[in-house]
Nanobody, 121 residues
Framework: QVQLVESGGGLVQAGGSLRLSCAASGSIFSTNAMGWYRQAPGKQRELVAVITKSASTNYKDSVKGRFTISRDNGKNTVYLQMDSLKFEDTAVYYC???????????????WGQGTQVTVSS
């Protein structure tokens, strides 16, 4: 089994910063793409940022230049540095990872439990 554990959420004033972390643990042979999604009340879950194993990145347009995704492959951990936070960034943030559990396994998608980010205006 694979578990993703997030940390780093909280309450911050507009213009402030937060850093989210998500560590994957359990039966892991390799971790492919890792990413962050968010879901605000009454809205659908949306992709915020994604990073491949080779560190190629892609961002939602509204966070480009403010958020930075990174990863530590040795620790199976993905980070999201969020700067210049805005009220509209308020949401539950979920990490996501595509994991191969063993040499003969196929990639599967796993999700973290979510961490609340609240930006006060």
């Amino acid at each position: 089994q694979v578990q993703l554990v997030e940390s780093g959420g909280g309450l911050v004033q507009a213009g402030g910063s937060l850093r989210l972390s998500c560590a994957a643990s359990g039966s892991i042979f390799s971790t492919n793409a890792m990413g962050w999604y968010r879901q605000a009340p009454g809205k659908q879950r949306e992709l915020v940022a994604v990073i491949t194993k080779s560190a190629s990145t892609n961002y939602k347009d509204s966070v480009k230049g403010r958020f930075t995704i990174s990863r530590d492959n040795g620790k199976n951990t993905v980070y999201l540095q969020m700067d210049s936070l805005k009220f509209e960034d308020t949401a539950v943030y979920y990490c996501n990872a595509v994991v191969v559990a063993d040499r003969w396994g196929s990639p599967k998608v796993y999700w973290g439990q979510g961490t609340q980010v609240t930006v006060s205006s």
